[in-house]
């Protein structure tokens, strides 16, 4: 079968949308073998920062001299992004075997076993990952949970140490329409005697989360309670000094920018503690050039210059905010910051633009090729709110001209509102890559 109508196979099974259980989750895997009992992990769940704490563990595990597996959702240009051995994507012909054989395999079964298997795109693609994972023999598997985490489809693991990120209001319909409620979902990955460590800040998540741990026995590390990093200098927001749970490293070093990976870095640094007391050591040296080689697209990464263009997959109000701090740092060495922002529907419109357009002195507001994207004149009647006027581009590969054009070489075209627009963004600006980002978590 070609890539693409394997591709178009995988996206074919949203028409069964998002399903959460893992009893279809346990059934593919043991069609598989039970691939995810065959390799150690690491479970990271959260709001935001998931995919940034994931790269820089996996880039120390890395740098230690592990074989490391990485599963991250979603992609922003090629499915084969979701999934990494040693950083490097899956080739489109191991995903074309894989999702053949997983698919094979529910399709087979009798109706005396239990025929008539109708999984979902992220529980077969789970199934595709830890399969890849165990045939490639990993020494270890870092793994992003996709939506929630109780339930999550990625929830058949048994890691040596489970990550929260942070809590925020998130899939409300899905997660609950509270606090407590989303943290309850997250709080799902912590298993028996199994370390946690929590970037959570409310006080009503981080009672659910030390809750839970208490009923599994397993031991809570808090940020910045109980680890934390501290910023060298103003000037210098990207080195800091780590003050572990029972180390000390100074002077590290990260390349993504923004302070806020500071904090990732830590998550990622307090879970690296965690693991070389179950046995895997990360020595200092592996950790600084881990740390410093580190790469995750899509957040405030720079892909162009003169005028210099970044993109950040910010979606959600918190998100948004952690953005804005950090484009209020950034922007103090360009003339004019020029906003391109495309949301979906589903999400908080009116928070995310309250935090961003304010900041702009162009927005150029367009919409990602995605079923869900919002409306364009519905989102530049919420940036009007904010902002005086809003120009409006029918695409993403439209508004980036746009932007260039009357955009000086000293000015800042930042493109955001969601991971769709970026990967459509990265999609434009990249000559021959396979298209924009697709695919739903749960």
């Not at 479970?43 to 790269?55: C, D, L, R, V, Y």
């Not at 870095?265 to 050591?281: D, K, N, P, S």
């Not at 120009?391 to 769709?420: F, H, K, M, P």
Request: aromatic share 6%; charged share 20%.
């Amino acid at each position: 079968m070609p890539f693409q109508e394997t591709i178009d196979y995988l996206f074919g099974l949203q028409k069964h949308g998002i399903k959460f259980g893992l009893s279809n989750s346990r059934r593919l895997m043991g069609l598989m073998g039970d691939p995810h009992l065959r390799f150690r992990s690491i479970h990271i769940a959260g709001t935001n920062g998931k995919g940034s704490t994931a790269a820089f563990l996996a880039g120390m595990l890395l740098a230690a001299g592990y074989r490391v597996g990485l599963y991250t959702s979603p992609h922003l240009v090629s499915f084969t992004e979701r999934i990494r051995i040693n950083n490097v994507p899956i080739t489109e012909d191991r995903v074309i075997d894989l999702a053949e054989r997983v698919r094979t395999r529910y399709e087979s079964l009798p109706p005396a076993e239990g025929g008539g298997l109708t999984p979902t795109f992220f529980e077969v693609t789970t199934a595709m990952a830890f399969t890849c994972f165990a045939e490639e023999r990993v020494d270890v598997a870092v793994v992003e949970a996709g939506m929630g985490g109780r339930l999550d489809s990625t929830n058949v693991i048994t890691p040596m140490v489970s990550v929260i990120t942070n809590i925020d209001l998130e899939h409300t319909e899905y997660l609950g329409d509270t606090i407590e409620k989303i943290a309850g979902e997250k709080a799902g990955v912590i298993k028996p005697a199994v370390p946690v460590v929590t970037g959570a800040a409310q006080p009503e998540a981080l009672r659910v989360i030390e809750q839970t741990a208490a009923s599994a026995g397993s031991p809570v590390h808090r940020m910045p309670n109980d680890f934390g990093g501290v910023p060298r200098s103003a000037g210098q927001e990207q080195a800091f000094d780590y003050r572990g749970i029972g180390m000390r490293l100074a002077d590290l070093r990260i390349g993504m920018r923004g302070q806020h990976q500071i904090g990732n870095a830590c998550l990622a640094l307090a879970a690296a503690e965690c693991i070389a007391q179950g046995g895997m050591a990360v020595p200092d040296a592996a950790i600084r050039t881990g740390l410093a080689n580190a790469v995750w697209e899509g957040r405030l990464e720079r892909v162009a210059e003169r005028p210099d263009i970044f993109l950040d997959g910010a979606h959600n109000p918190a998100s948004a905010r952690v953005l804005a701090d950090a484009v209020r740092d950034l922007r103090q060495g360009y003339r004019h910051l020029v906003l391109v922002i495309g949301i979906l529907m589903d999400k908080d419109c009116r928070g995310i633009v309250s935090q961003l357009a304010p900041l702009a002195d162009r927005v150029i507001v367009t919409k990602p090729r995605y079923s869900r994207a919002l409306d364009i004149q519905l989102l530049a009647a919420e940036i009007g709110a904010f902002h005086r006027t809003a120009d409006a581009a029918g695409n993403v590969a439209e508004a980036i001209g746009l932007a260039r054009q009357g955009a000086a070489e000293n000015d800042l075209i930042l493109i955001t509102g969601s991971l769709y627009t970026v990967g459509d963004a990265r999609a434009a600006l990249r000559p021959g890559a396979s298209g924009p980002l697709q695919g739903l978590k749960g």
